[in-house]
């Protein structure tokens, strides 16, 4: 979609912008910053197309203000397998506009975007930053600090133990005033020019790393100005980053669950992954708020999210993914499928027990290799209901989708 796609059009008056799916977020951020607009939702990276931005209706560090990215949609135009172009919104053909929200790029290709955009002070954050000795004094101060701050993140030292399990370090901001812009120039560009044939963010390294940056963090509240990329999209600034991981690269394990439990579902999450041997390097965890998503099927939800990323060990470190999954689906919890690569078809279903009804909006003529490693392997009864509508009838047709010989091999949550 990035060929010749380009900005229709922008209305300062009203802050929304019509533009072509295949438009980055940065390219967004370009062109509105200097008139006082912001995304109101931006994920931690901002080369993400517009089209992907709403196909995964991505979340940022402002979900316990404003909900996902897809809030801040108004239309777009969809066009399917049989060459028909729609125009979604709430008022028209509403179904495939939110299935379309966080659909995974299963119900047709996204056209163009209608979407608003925040006016704000200024790009860049007055931050607070803090660290924390353990979870219990993150949980203890999570309430107050997202209601002082648009953005809020924790960073955890996944390897931290006994006394200290669970520290970290609180960064939490507001857009600064104006004034903060001119003064914060683009970081240095590093990059990663190969893979080394090792590891190199390992349990050792990464001990060290872990405790210099806890170290150098703040005791207390100290308030800074940061520049917008270094606080939304740090890793923009390293090309290549995920080289570091060595040749087999990463896993990222996103999870989130409710708040009730939150507390004892992050230290267990964090101690299973210790236990299997295997350090997280970017740690990160986060509350989600009440907004609700306009997405059929959007994962952020209510409660906490923790992401953990793995270097790639092989089967040890499926066997370890697997075991995680297990406590996000006893803690009641879900796991992100956008950026999944091996969850079993039952934690899909655990994680989106509505996944039937965009089974039944999904363009025929699409379909993915998630899809077909999830949804498409659940029992073909299961899609069958006495509620089903005749969509998804035609849609679990056994040999036109998923391989029917695996279905009833699948255990399935009941
Ligand atoms: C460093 C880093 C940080 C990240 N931080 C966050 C974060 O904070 N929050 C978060 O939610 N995500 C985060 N992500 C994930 C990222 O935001 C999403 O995966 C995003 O959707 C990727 O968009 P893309 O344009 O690269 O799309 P792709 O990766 O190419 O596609 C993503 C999905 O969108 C679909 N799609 C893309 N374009 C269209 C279109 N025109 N029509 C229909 N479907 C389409 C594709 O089929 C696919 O299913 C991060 C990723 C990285 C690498």
């Known amino acids: 979609m990035r060929p010749s796609a380009s900005v229709h059009a922008f209305d300062p008056e009203t802050g929304v912008m019509e533009a072509d799916a295949g438009v980055l977020l940065s390219e967004i951020l370009t062109r509105v910053m200097p008139l006082g607009f912001f995304l109101e939702v931006t994920p931690g990276t901002a080369q993400v197309t517009l089209g992907g931005a709403v196909a995964n209706d991505v979340h940022g560090k ?106 970290g370090v609180v960064m939490a901001g507001d857009h600064a005033p104006d004034g903060g812009q001119a003064q914060m120039p683009a970081p240095p560009r590093l990059g990663v020019p190969f ?65 009730g439990t939150a507390r004892q579902t992050t230290l ?45 060990a092989g089967a040890q470190t499926l066997r370890m993914l697997d075991a995680l999954d297990e406590i996000v689906l006893a803690a009641g919890g879900a796991v992100n499928p956008y950026k999944d690569q091996r969850m079993s078809p039952a934690m899909f279903e655990a994680s989106f027990p509505g996944w039937r009804k965009l089974e039944a909006l999904r363009d025929p003529k699409i379909v993915s290799d998630f899809w077909r490693r999830t949804a498409l392997m659940l029992p073909v009864n299961s899609i069958l209901t006495n509620n089903s509508t005749p969509l998804e009838k035609t849609a679990a047709i056994p040999g036109q989708i998923g391989n029917a010989d695996n279905f009833n091999q699948i255990p399935v949550p009941t």
């Not at 239309?75 to 979604?88: E, H, P, W």
């Not at 960073?155 to 520290?167: E, K, M, V």
């Not at 970017?282 to 994962?299: E, Y």
Request: proline letters at 5%; one cysteine or more.
């Open 268 to 312: 267990a999450l964090m101690d299973c992954a210790r236990r299997h041997g295997h350090a997280s390097f970017l740690t990160v965890l986060k509350r989600f708020g009440t907004v609700a998503s306009p997405g059929l099927l959007s994962f952020a939800r209510p409660g906490f999210t923790l992401t953990l990323d793995f270097a790639n």
């Open 195 to 259: 893979a080394p044939p090792v590891n190199l963010l390992n349990g050792v390294t990464l001990r060290a790393f872990n405790a210099l940056y806890y170290g150098r963090a703040p005791k207390s509240p100290s308030v800074s100005l940061a520049g917008w990329r270094s606080f939304f999209h740090p890793l923009d600034a390293i090309s290549n980053w995920n080289r570091l991981y060595g040749p087999r690269g990463l896993f990222q394990h996103q999870s989130v669950y409710p708040e």
């Open 62 to 167: 402002n979900h316990h203000r404003r909900g996902t990215f897809g809030g801040s949609v108004l239309s777009f135009t969809l066009t399917t397998g049989d060459a028909v172009t729609r125009t979604c919104s709430a008022g028209e053909n509403r179904d495939l506009f939110s299935a379309t929200i966080g659909g995974m790029g299963l119900t047709g290709v996204i056209g163009t975007v209608r979407f608003r955009l925040m006016k704000v002070p200024s790009a860049n954050i007055r931050q607070t930053a803090f660290r924390f000795a353990d979870l219990d004094r993150y949980f203890d101060a999570i309430d107050a600090i997202d209601a002082a701050h648009e953005y809020s993140v924790a960073w955890i030292d996944q390897l931290a133990t006994g006394r200290h399990t669970g520290r």
